[in-house]
C-alpha cells in the first residue's frame, strides 16, 4: 500500500470501467459494504468527528453507535473511551497511520487509519479500520513469560554445568594434606558450619567442593556465592530474594534469594572477608535464627542450606580493623581449616604438576612430560599464588611448548633462576669435612640416578654419556 491510501489504488476506477447501474447499486448499499466487513470501521471527517461505525466496531468496542456517531475522537480520547486517536495524524501526515490502541473494555486493537481523497486529490474522510489483536497480545505476554522462564532456566543449567565442570577431586601427596582431606571427610557428615582458611589458590574452592560432594547433601548443586563480587546495593536481594512488587524493578513474580535456592544443599560464601558489615549483621541474624525474610516479605522462611564459608584474609585482622563483626566470626569459626601453602607442602607439588599437564595435554591434544629436573624445580620454587600459579604455568606451558619434554629452561626465568636450593646444598660440602673425592663421586651418583630416572635405562645412560654400564653401576653404589 502507498502512503496515500485510497487514492493510491490506481488507476482509479472510472465511471466507464464500471456495469451499467453498478455505481447507484453500489452507492445505496456503501453502508452494507460496510458492515459486512469483518473488521471494525470507523469513519471520521477531517475535524475528527467520527461520521459512522460499523457493526463489527460495535461488537469490537462493546460501543453503540449513538454512542460515538457525531463524537468528537478528541473527547471520546479524553473520557477514557480508548486511549489514542489515529485521525489528527492521518490528516496532519496525508498518509495510513497504523497504531495499538486499548479499549476501556481491556481489547487491544490494531489500528490502521487511511487518508480518503476526492477526484480532485482533496482529503476529504479518514477511515480507520481495526482489528482485535487481544488474543494476540495475550499470547505475546504468555510468549514472553515463557521465554523469561526458559533463559531462567537455561542461566541455572549453564550453572549447573559449570559447576559440574569445576567439580576437581583434590589431588595431593602430602603428609598434611592427607590430614586435612581426613578431618574434612569427617566434617562432611555433619552439618555443621565450616570455615575454610588460605592462602589465594591453595585450593579453599576445590576443598569446600569436596565437602559437599562427601555429604549427604551431594545430589544437590552447591550454590556458591562470591561475596566479594554482588553488589552491595543487590546483595540483599541476591542473598534473600524478594516478595513480588518489592521495589521498583522487582521482578513481578518475586525472587528467590540464594539462601532458599540452596535449600536440601551447601551454600558456599566465598570470599565472606569481602562482605559488607550491614550485610554480616544480617548474615549473623540468618545463622542465629536459621531463617531468612524475603524483602518485603513477613513470612520467615527456614533456612535447609550447610553454610561453608571461606576466605583469604586473617579475619582476626580484619576484626581489629572494625572490617569484620567479631560475633559473625565466633559463629562462622566452628569448625575450621586451614589450608597451608603450597610452599608448606611441596610433596604436592611433582603430583599436582604431573595431574595438570595430563589434563591440558589431554585437551589440547599433546603428548608433554617433564624431565625430572624440571619437576625438582617447580618443588623448590615458592609459589605465592599457590596452586592457581601452577596450574596456569602448566596450562600456559602445553599451549606454547614444542617438543616432547619440559626441561627447566623452558620455564619462567623467575621460577627456574630460584633454584637457589643446589648452592645451599654445597654449603654442607665447603664446611670441608669430607675429601673431594668422596664430594665428587656422591655428585657423579646424584647425576647418574637423575640421568637414569630422566632417560629411563641405564643403558641409554650408558649410550648417552658414552660410558660403560659396569661403570655406571660402580659409581652409583659408591656413594
Ligand atoms: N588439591 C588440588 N587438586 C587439584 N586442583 C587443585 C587443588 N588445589 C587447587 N586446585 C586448582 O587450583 C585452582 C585454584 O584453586 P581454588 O580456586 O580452589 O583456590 P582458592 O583458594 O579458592 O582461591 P581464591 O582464594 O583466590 O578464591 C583451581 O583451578 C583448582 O582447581
Known amino acids: 500500500m502507498t502512503n496515500h491510501g485510497f487514492s493510491a489504488i490506481n488507476p482509479p476506477l472510472q465511471d466507464r470501467d464500471m456495469l451499467p447501474n453498478a455505481k447507484d447499486l453500489l452507492a445505496r448499499h456503501s453502508l452494507d459494504i460496510l458492515d459486512a466487513i469483518p473488521e471494525g470501521v470507523f469513519v471520521t471527517n477531517l475535524e475528527g468527528i467520527t461520521l459512522y461505525v460499523n457493526r463489527m466496531y460495535e461488537q469490537l468496542t462493546?460501543?453503540?453507535?449513538?454512542?460515538v456517531l457525531g463524537r468528537q475522537v478528541r473527547t471520546l480520547v479524553e473520557e477514557?473511551?480508548?486511549?489514542?486517536?489515529?485521525?489528527?495524524?492521518?490528516?496532519?501526515?496525508?498518509?495510513?497511520?497504523?497504531?495499538?490502541?486499548?479499549?476501556?473494555?481491556?481489547?487491544?486493537?490494531?489500528?490502521?487509519?487511511?487518508?480518503?481523497?476526492?477526484?480532485?486529490?482533496a482529503l476529504r474522510l479518514v477511515i480507520t479500520f481495526a482489528r482485535d489483536i487481544t488474543r494476540i497480545s495475550q499470547l505475546n505476554e504468555q510468549i514472553s513469560e515463557q521465554k523469561q522462564l526458559i533463559e531462567q532456566t537455561n542461566e541455572q543449567m549453564a550453572y549447573m554445568a559449570r559447576e559440574q565442570s569445576l567439580t576437581t577431586t583434590p589431588v595431593f601427596a602430602s603428609k598434611v594434606m592427607r590430614e586435612t582431606l581426613s578431618f574434612l571427610q569427617t566434617m562432611a557428615k555433619t552439618d555443621a558450619t565450616l570455615?575454610?582458611?588460605?592462602?589465594?589458590?591453595?585450593?579453599?574452592?576445590?576443598?569446600?567442593?569436596?565437602?559437599?560432594?562427601q555429604s549427604q547433601r551431594c545430589d544437590k548443586v552447591m550454590m556458591k556465592v562470591d561475596c566479594g563480587s554482588i553488589s552491595e546495593s543487590l546483595v540483599e536481594s541476591e542473598?534473600?530474594?524478594?516478595?513480588?512488587?518489592?521495589?521498583?524493578?522487582?521482578?513481578?513474580?518475586g525472587k528467590a534469594g540464594y539462601f532458599e535456592l540452596a535449600k536440601g544443599s551447601t551454600i558456599f560464601l566465598d570470599e565472606i572477608g569481602e562482605m559488607p558489615l550491614t550485610m554480616q549483621t544480617r548474615l549473623l541474624r540468618v545463622l542465629q535464627d536459621g531463617e531468612i525474610m524475603?524483602?518485603?516479605?513477613?513470612?520467615?522462611?527456614?533456612?535447609?542450606?550447610?553454610?561453608?564459608?571461606?576466605?583469604?584474609?586473617?579475619?582476626?585482622?580484619?576484626?581489629?580493623?572494625?572490617?569484620?563483626?567479631?560475633?559473625?566470626?565466633?559463629?562462622?569459626?566452628?569448625?575450621?581449616?586451614?589450608?597451608?601453602?603450597?610452599?608448606?607442602?611441596r610433596a604436592d607439588i611433582p603430583l599436582l604438576a604431573e595431574t595438570f599437564l595430563r589434563q591440558y595435554s589431554l585437551r589440547y591434544h599433546k603428548q608433554i612430560a617433564f624431565m625430572d629436573i624440571t619437576l625438582e624445580t617447580l618443588t623448590h620454587y615458592h609459589w605465592p599464588g599457590n596452586v592457581r600459579e601452577l596450574e596456569n604455568l602448566v596450562h600456559s606451558l602445553v599451549i606454547t611448548h614444542e617438543g616432547p619434554l619440559i626441561a627447566p629452561a623452558d620455564l619462567p626465568p623467575s621460577i627456574h633462576g630460584k633454584k637457589t636450593e643446589t648452592a645451599e646444598?654445597?654449603?654442607?660440602?665447603?664446611?670441608?669435612?669430607?675429601?673431594?673425592?668422596?664430594?665428587?663421586?656422591?655428585?657423579?651418583?646424584?647425576?647418574?640416578?637423575?640421568?637414569?630416572?630422566?632417560?629411563?635405562?641405564?643403558?641409554?645412560?650408558?649410550?648417552?654419556?658414552k660410558i660403560n654400564r659396569s661403570t655406571i653401576f660402580r659409581k652409583i653404589n659408591k656413594k
Open 62 to 67: 462493546g460501543l453503540s453507535r449513538h454512542q
Open 80 to 121: 477514557g473511551v480508548f486511549d489514542v486517536a489515529l485521525n489528527p495524524e492521518v490528516v496532519r501526515k496525508s498518509k495510513t497511520v497504523t497504531h495499538t490502541q486499548r479499549l476501556r473494555n481491556g481489547k487491544m486493537l490494531v489500528l490502521t487509519g487511511t487518508p480518503v481523497f476526492d477526484e480532485s486529490g
Open 195 to 213: 570455615l575454610i582458611l588460605g592462602e589465594t589458590g591453595v585450593g579453599k574452592d576445590v576443598f569446600a567442593r569436596y565437602v559437599h560432594g
Open 239 to 253: 542473598m534473600f530474594g524478594y516478595m513480588a512488587g518489592a521495589f521498583t524493578g522487582a521482578s513481578s513474580k
Open 294 to 345: 524475603r524483602i518485603g516479605g513477613n513470612k520467615p522462611v527456614k533456612v535447609d542450606a550447610r553454610i561453608i564459608a571461606a576466605t583469604n584474609r586473617d579475619l582476626v585482622s580484619s576484626i581489629e580493623e572494625g572490617k569484620f563483626r567479631q560475633d559473625l566470626f565466633y559463629r562462622l569459626n566452628v569448625a575450621t581449616v586451614k589450608i597451608p601453602p603450597l610452599r608448606e607442602r
Open 425 to 465: 646444598d654445597y654449603k654442607e660440602f665447603l664446611q670441608g669435612e669430607r675429601s673431594l673425592k668422596e664430594i665428587m663421586a656422591e655428585i657423579e651418583s646424584d647425576f647418574l640416578n637423575r640421568a637414569i630416572r630422566h632417560h629411563g635405562s641405564v643403558q641409554q645412560v650408558a649410550r648417552i654419556f
